[in-house]
């Protein structure tokens, strides 16, 4: 039984989007510098925020996000989808 990669079906965020918004968040810790860092529209880090918050890889604490465990622990490598799944 081949394991499922950790992250797959988790969010709705490529891989690249993951790995961004896990590095900007690994400094920058409030929504406006998280924004800046990204530099994508409000709603769309608003969702990716909450996404992320539901997926257990950030947490959130008086309006200051920080990676959880589980996003410290995030490797994009594990992301790659088995060839089996195309």
Same mark, same amino acid.
């Given at each position: ?30 929504? =406006? ?10 709603? $769309?880090?608003?969702?990716? +925020? *909450? %996404?992320? @918050? ?9 309006? =200051? ?10 490797? $994009?490598?594990?992301?790659? +989808? *088995? %060839?089996? @799944?195309?």
């Amino acid at each position: 039984m081949n394991a499922m990669p950790c992250g797959k079906n988790e969010t709705s965020l490529a891989p690249s989007q993951l790995e961004l918004f896990l590095s900007v968040i690994e400094h920058d810790h409030t929504f =406006q510098d998280i924004r800046l860092g990204v530099k994508l529209p409000v709603f $769309k880090v608003k969702s990716a +925020l *909450r %996404e992320l @918050e539901e997926a257990n890889f950030i947490e959130e604490q008086q309006n =200051q996000y920080f990676l959880t465990e589980k996003g410290r622990g995030w490797d $994009k490598r594990y992301l790659i +989808l *088995r %060839e089996d @799944e195309y």
